[in-house]
């Protein structure tokens, strides 16, 4: 079932998308009406070209372009799972916010066993035309070999790292051994759309923004994934009330005091450098 989906202002200044053709922009738009609220949809290229471009003939012959392009940009990931092809668009909910999702029907990435290298599905006519001929070693009669096999290694490690990153403005972060562990222990019982929305749901923590004892902003990606339970909070903060907008000053305060030692410097929860007294820091402010 078609969704109804909205487009971001930015979206046209994308650089990835000044790197895809025109058709592959609308294709790529398109997509996210028919994926489910954790961006998966059905991935048959000749099954999109007849929903997406009912009016153009030409859309079944050169749809597997456009993805293709898509694909080479990271705007989406093709596999397959028990013999059917899927798309995940990657950055789900960088494109879309989603304020009550329904859990997914259709298999994740993970849960894939083949990432495609060519994921047009073949259709009887082709089998009967191209048998015994095309590139490559066949495997017998038939075959209908168009995909390797790939391991999920990094790639959902990195795009929930940077999802984290971007959303938390975080642009000096590292993904060092400790934060890749985190992520994929967590990838082990979660799939990357529900970890970036959990992660996006901190967002409307009061506490974890900084309206805490410690006036301390607790953001890193290790507290958000660190287990089931933060995980499962997560969830729930992005399914409840954004937190309280602070003041400028407030905002200020709660950015520089990241964490408060017992001596009253001001320290940062990301490079654990002093940056001097909190007085220091609250003269600054008035």
Known sequence: MARIRTIKPEFPHSESMGRVSRDARLTFIQLWTLADDAGRLRGNSRMLASLLFPYDDDAKKLIEGWLVELERENCILRYVAEGTTYIQVCNWLT??????????????PEEGSR???????????????GSGSGSGSGSGSGSRTTSVELKLDDGPVERVFEHWRSEFKHPKAVLDPKRKRV?????????????????SGYRNSAHHMGENDRHTVYDDIEVFLRDAKHI?????FARGPPAPTLSPVEQARAK???????????????????????????????
């Open 232 to 236: 499962e909070a997560g969830l729930r």
């Open 95 to 108: 494109h879309q916010k989603i304020d009550k999702p329904s859990a997914s029907k259709l298999p994740s």
């Open 183 to 199: 992520i994929q222990a967590a990838l082990k019982a979660h799939d990357e759309p529900t970890l970036c929305q959990a992660i």
């Open 115 to 129: 990432i495609l290298a060519n994921p047009r599905e073949t259709s009887s006519e082709d089998q009967g035309s």
């Open 256 to 286: 520089l005091r990241e964490s408060v030692n017992g001596h009253g410097r001001v320290v940062s929860e990301q490079t654990g450098k002093s940056g001097g007294s909190l007085d220091q820091t609250a003269g600054v402010l008035r």
